[in-house]
């Protein structure tokens, strides 16, 4: 074959996959660009303009400044940062440790209680919530921030994830931390921890997505608006003032994506680091 | 003092034996080095030396005191890793500084910023940094001390690690391999660097390799590992000239020694059709191994002395000396033969022609089947000691 030909081959491989990433990106990316349009559109047009993208008139300022007047918005987001940045502290709290010692320590039990991590992971949060909530209410703590994140202090997919990090960890530095006279403690918290950034990261993405976007254990939690995380304060948005305003909905829900995707960015090396680096995929 | 005392080491990995009842009296200020294969337990000694991995049973002392109840760093040793183990995010300094600081500071005094508040961390901080750089002048790195291991070269790192391990002033210092990540020249100088600092701290050190070389060249003396068990303790020059073992004669030496299987007669040991005049303790008839150091065969036979009939197949040139390769005739073993370049030149020995080699049958060791030494009347006479 000649060089030519080669290239002509190379470049119709290197075509076809692109065309198949920019199918598979338009499909996950078009309904958040409708939820865009959709929000600088005038409300008579959500309706009507069909799958014309362009609205005719902007109405983003109206859209907007609805969605963050008519509704507590911004009080619903610092709810989700207070209950994400909760989790996510708890939860590192307890996954490095847990990890470290999945990883690196040896002691009778650690087969077992790394079986029982697995089996955890395959646990719907659906099935523990009943129980959580009957405690939760018996004890007086719903519609508190606390009842928001307690089911979740606890991951075990953390532990999981953490786990697989440091087993990849030279044992030789922790050998010769244990000879410097490190305490186990202090070797989690002063070596191991600030090489575990990226898996920190990965973890962290994961964690805020998906307590940012949780509506399920919010709703069944809490009733006020007060402890409200951003998408039940949506949705009590829609039922209370707007009714029937698409444009301002998804005004409001722009504006509640908008930290999450900033989060990624702001992560996006590390995280692909973490998680090239965990084999978590 | 710091002599070190190894009583009835064994120790398991699941269902294989790693350690089978080492025991080993190690002198105050020695350089004693563990030398075999991998997998022959010579670092797992280390790591138990350590404290770094319990044994299954024996016991280990250092100056006269049991420490198989201290934690690794009460043990008063320090290790430096194949892999050199520094922490990846601390400068030089912060790694070097990092036993003193553990040493010297209590758990509240260590966390960081709130420990700063202290006067005493402050006055040991300054302390600390002081012999740091003192340690760090020896060492010549003192330009590296704010630099990152990421930012380092092998040899550098490598020197970091032995400062990590000299700021405490260890009683035994354990080296797991530590010049195995070097490149050829550098091992060489790092070997004598470690020598020199050894004759300067006149500390005991215990250094495990896989190089005979390194394990010639640098200890007092040499234990040779094999599946677990101490097979032979010695000088270098005993390891060399008077091996007990047949798997010591094989693994000290380079070019390997040469081995040819022979039989035993009333008269000596018959190799191929020439027979050598070595007694040896086991019955005649009896097949053995003949081991032949390279210097023990040479070009020139000896009248009344047995020859061995070869064929050159490879001459290695190394400037000052040559290593002859030869198959011998009959059985095709191959044998290396340690030659000046003189003698070479003198004999014109051309490739793939017959050559009669000399055998100085008094330097010839014999080997029974099970590997024991069986030539017991050589063995005395050849011992060279190493004038202290």
């Known amino acids: 074959m000649s060089r030519a030909t080669l290239r002509t081959d190379r470049l119709i491989g290197s075509a076809v996959s692109h065309a198949f990433l920019l199918l598979g990106a338009a499909f996950i990316l078009l309904p958040f660009v409708w939820m865009l349009l959709t929000s600088i559109r005038p409300a008579s047009e959500v309706f009507t303009a069909g799958f014309n993208p362009i609205p005719s008139r902007l109405a983003a300022g109206i859209n907007y400044s609805e969605a963050l007047t008519k509704s507590p918005l911004l009080q619903y987001m610092l709810n989700g940062v207070f209950v994400c940045a909760g989790i996510l502290i708890i939860q590192l709290l307890v996954a490095i440790p847990g990890g470290y010692a999945l990883a690196k320590l040896s002691f009778r039990a650690q087969p ?26 018996k004890l007086n703590l719903l519609n508190t ?15 999981f994830l953490f786990r697989q990090f440091f087993k ?114 | 003092m710091s002599h070190l005392e190894l009583t009835g080491l064994s120790k398991s990995f699941g269902t294989t034996k790693v350690l089978n009842d080492v025991s080993l009296s190690v002198r105050n200020g020695e350089f004693l080095t563990l030398v075999g294969a991998s997998g022959c337990g010579k670092s797992t000694i280390l790591r138990v030396i350590a404290g770094l991995e319990p044994q299954d049973s024996g016991t280990v002392q250092i100056g006269g005191r049991g420490v198989d109840h201290l934690r690794p760093k009460q043990r008063k040793v320090a290790m430096v890793f194949q892999s050199y183990a520094l922490y990846p995010h601390m ?24 420990g700063r508040l202290s006067a005493n961390c402050r006055r040991v901080m300054t302390e600390i940094a002081a012999e740091v750089d003192a340690v760090a002048k020896q060492l010549q790195i003192e330009a590296l001390l704010t630099r990152k ?19 405490r002033h260890p009683d035994v210092f354990l080296m797991d391999e530590p010049l195995s990540n070097l490149d050829a020249k550098l091992r060489v100088h790092m070997r004598a660097e470690l020598t020199d600092l050894h004759r300067r701290l006149g500390v005991t050190f215990i250094y495990v390799t896989h190089d005979q070389v390194e394990a010639m060249t640098m200890s007092d003396r040499v234990a040779l590992m094999d599946e677990g068990r101490i097979v032979q303790l010695g000088t270098p020059s005993d390891l060399y000239h008077n091996p007990s073992d047949l798997r010591v004669a094989r693994f000290i030496g380079s070019p390997q020694i040469n081995i040819v299987s022979g039989t035993t007669t009333a008269q000596g040991i018959l190799v191929g059709e020439a027979l050598l005049p070595i007694a040896v303790s086991s019955p005649a008839g009896q097949v053995v191994s003949v081991g032949l150091r390279p210097e023990a065969l040479s070009l020139d ?4 002395q047995p020859n061995l009939a070869a064929r050159l197949t490879r001459v290695e040139n190394l400037g000052a000396e040559l290593f002859l390769h030869f198959v011998l005739q009959e059985s095709g073993a191959p044998l290396v033969l340690r030659a000046t370049l003189q003698d070479y030149e003198r004999h014109k020995a051309r490739l793939n022609s017959p050559v009669a080699l000399g055998v100085e049958c008094a ?10 030494r069986v030539d017991q009347a050589s063995r005395a006479a050849l011992r060279l000691e190493v004038p202290a």
């Open chain 1, 145 to 159: 921030y606390f009842a928001i994140m307690l089911p979740f202090f606890l991951s075990v997919f953390g532990i």
């Open chain 2, 149 to 167: 291991p990421a930012q380092l070269s092998g040899g550098q790192r490598q020197r970091v690690a032995l400062g990590r391990s000299m700021v």
């Open chain 1, 112 to 137: 077992v209680i790394f079986g029982l991590v697995l089996f955890g992971l395959t646990v719907p949060v659906q099935v523990t919530a009943l129980p959580i909530y009957i405690a939760l209410a």
């Open chain 2, 301 to 304: 036979p000896v009248a009344g």
């Open chain 1, 168 to 281: 990849s960890f030279p044992q030789e530095i922790i050998h010769a931390a244990r000879l410097d006279g490190f305490t186990e403690l202090e070797i989690i918290i002063r070596i191991i921890t600030p090489s575990a950034v990226p898996a920190i990261a990965a973890f962290a993405v994961f964690s805020i997505t998906s307590h940012w976007n949780d509506l399920y254990w919010p709703l069944i939690v809490t009733t006020s608006a007060d402890h409200a995380t951003p998408p039940l304060g949506m949705m009590i948005f829609r039922d209370q003032e707007t009714g029937s305003n698409y444009g301002a909905l998804m005004a409001g829900a722009a504006i509640i994506t908008a930290p999450l995707i900033l989060v990624f960015l702001f992560a996006q090396r590390q995280f692909v680091r973490g998680i090239t680096m965990t084999g978590v995929k």
């Open chain 2, 363 to 372: 330097r010839a060791l014999v080997f029974d089947a099970a590997g024991h």
């Open chain 2, 91 to 114: 400068s030089v300094a912060e790694n070097m500084s990092m036993p003193l600081v553990m040493q010297r500071l209590n758990l509240a005094e260590r966390l960081p910023l709130i």
